[in-house]
């Protein structure tokens, strides 16, 4: 009798304990959120035309993001910040999330990377500072959000994210 109550809760456990668990895909190195790809477009592209380009995509605003680009040279390399704003209830709180952009373009191809992670909570009775994003996502990863909207802010940087990656991509592959 004891195994097969045993042999149910175990069933019920699996069963019940993936659906705890929400999969934010969101990268890390070491132990910072860090996005980064390199993509490989059209061999005969050339190094000047990627970075002119990518300088007009990053001048351009994007829907739920601004870009401020900070610097740019003729080596093929652009940083900027960007920043979104993630909406995360329906009372009208919201993150703005901060983040450092690299584009460095090279023949036939460049690198996008995101560095830097900052979210400022927009809500009465929170500070509102800018602060690292890890020790949040840390806490959430391991069962301990700070708040209920975590979820939504995680999730939310993940697709802007991916959008932003993405929206460039279009850009360069013109």
Request: hydrophobic letters at 35%.
């Amino acid at each position: 009798m004891f195994r097969i109550l045993l042999s149910i809760s175990f069933m019920f456990f699996f069963l019940i304990a993936p659906a705890q668990v929400s999969k934010i895909d969101i990268p890390m190195k070491n132990g910072k959120v860090y996005y980064e790809k390199t993509y490989e477009l059209t061999p005969g592209l050339q190094q000047h035309e990627l970075y002119k380009r990518a300088l007009k995509w990053f001048k351009q605003g994007e829907k739920n993001t601004g870009k401020i680009k900070t610097s740019s040279d003729k080596t093929g390399e652009i940083i900027g910040t960007g920043i979104f704003k993630i909406v995360t209830s329906n009372t009208g709180n919201y993150y703005l999330v901060r983040f450092i952009i690299d584009i460095k373009t090279h023949n036939g191809g460049y690198t996008f990377s995101a560095s830097g992670f900052y979210e400022k909570p927009i809500e009465s009775g929170i500070s509102n500072e800018y602060s690292k994003i890890e020790y949040r996502w840390w806490d959430y990863r391991q069962g301990k959000p700070w708040s209920a909207e975590d979820e939504a802010l995680f999730k939310g940087i993940a697709a802007d994210e991916n959008a932003l990656m993405g929206s460039l991509e279009d850009k360069m592959k013109i």
